[in-house]
């Protein structure tokens, strides 16, 4: 079987080569097609790992809380899922609601 690239019918993650779904870019001179469906998605997932790094306000204000009852950091970054920098930042604004 001598299947092109021109022929396939679906991109590498399944999703159907229509017109709506196609967009052509030039590789080294020749013309590659690329699925849209997947640029969505990849731009999206890029967009969901900047989000989460941040913390929305009010789990910001459980995360005081928690600081304030005294539980420690390694604890609060599993359960908040935070690095040190957010702990950091958590911690000044739990000294200065106390
Ligand atoms: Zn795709």
Redesign the pocket.
Known sequence: MSATNAAKK??????VFTPE?TYTSTSRGSPMRQ?????R?RSRTAQRRHRSAVLDAKAFARLVDAIRDGVPESDLAGRFNINHETFLIAARAAKAAA
């Open positions: 679906a991109c590498k993650n399944g999703h779904n699925c849209r469906q997947c640029r998605e």
